[in-house]
């Protein structure tokens, strides 16, 4: 073997180690640690499609090699080896192997779909959500509960999930690996699809549709709850504790009235009206902010309302660094840092 032959060798090995290594990494965005049974039998097609599909290979490149190895010109030989056609019982065998194969696989996977377009039934006493995609974050809406919120999804352990998912600009993509597959939300159309958590965790997820300059910024979470704690969520989003509690807060709910609530409404205040951007009632709790771009604390919540457009290129958010001064943007910040749930 030359030394360029061995290099090459190391460096294509050390490629496909660097990938093997690759995928032990704990990833909790990922489709292969499902979290609900929509996941779990998307991840059980994918499993048996591709085990067939393996022992196809196996089968196919172990005959291939077979036939290489044994049929191989040997020394001395000379001229043209018999040529033998038409074998009946090979014919048949790889022309029906093939057709069961396709057709088992084609009935999992209408079986499958069937069952994951089918909505729960009524008596199941389905949680409803209302998912909108907008340029580049996710808005849900809880219609059995009157809550709007951003970002984080919550929803109770072990019970089925009706989400109607629609779009306010272009197409994007719902997709939160854990829990299923994705579905696009389509301007002017609601499309339907079902979920379910079995375990209580955070589960990130992300738009799998391009849908512009700040895509790739455009995240969510579902946050899976006991019941109860689902239903401290939902009370304390209802009865929101909105009040500014500091002097700094008082003067940026005034400065929030001028240059915010045309576009953002929060829970318990009269700022109700603004539905261009997220709807911020018990920001205060949330862990992450700007379609979970950055972590909820008073830096980022600063860095965003100065300079959105840097953060997030071409986003509807204005950058205020020209409108507000350093303290103006202070008293903003500590005014929805105090906006908490009930
Ligand atoms: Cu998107």
Not at 297 to 308: L, S
């Amino acid at each position: 073997m030359t030394r360029r032959i061995r290099s090459k060798a190391l460096a294509c090995v050390g490629m496909l180690a660097a990938v093997a290594l690759g995928a032990c990494a704990r990833h909790p965005q990922s489709v292969f640690r499902p979290a609900g049974p929509v996941a779990r039998m998307e991840l059980g097609l994918m499993a048996t499609s591709l085990w067939i599909m393996i022992g196809v290979f196996v089968v196919v490149a172990g005959a291939l090699l077979y036939v290489i190895a044994r049929f191989r010109e040997r020394k001395g030989q000379e001229g043209i080896p018999p040529q033998v056609e038409g074998s009946h019982i090979l014919e048949v065998l790889w022309t029906g192997i093939p057709i069961i194969l396709v057709a088992l696989l084609t009935v999992l996977t209408v079986r499958t779909t069937f069952a994951l377009a089918k909505p729960p039934a009524s008596s199941q006493h389905p949680l409803q959500i209302t998912v909108v995609g907008h340029q580049w974050w996710w808005e849900f809406k809880y219609p059995q509960y009157g809550i709007v919120t951003a970002d984080t999804m919550h929803i109770p352990v072990n019970r089925k999930i009706e989400l109607s998912l629609q779009s306010a600009d272009v197409l994007h993509s719902f997709w939160i690996p854990a829990l299923g597959g994705k579905e696009d939300t389509v301007p002017g159309q609601t499309n339907l699809l079902w979920l379910e958590a079995t375990r209580t965790g955070t589960f990130p997820g992300q738009c799998a549709e391009f849908c512009g300059t700040s895509h790739s910024l455009m995240r969510m979470y579902a946050v899976s709850q006991s019941p109860t704690a689902f239903s401290t969520w939902v009370h304390g989003m209802q009865h929101p504790n909105s009040a500014p509690k500091t002097k700094l807060a008082k003067q940026g709910m005034q400065i929030f009235a001028t240059n915010c609530a045309l576009c953002h409404s929060i829970g318990g205040t009269p700022f109700t009206k603004g539905t261009l951007g997220p709807n911020l009632t018990g920001l205060g709790n949330r862990r992450v902010i700007v379609g979970g771009a950055l972590q909820n604390n008073t830096q980022d919540i600063i860095y965003w309302v100065h300079d959105a457009q840097h953060i997030m290129p071409d986003t509807i958010m204005p950058n205020f660094s020209t409108l507000l001064t350093p303290s103006q943007l202070q008293a903003v910040a500590a005014y929805l840092e105090g906006l908490k749930r009930g």
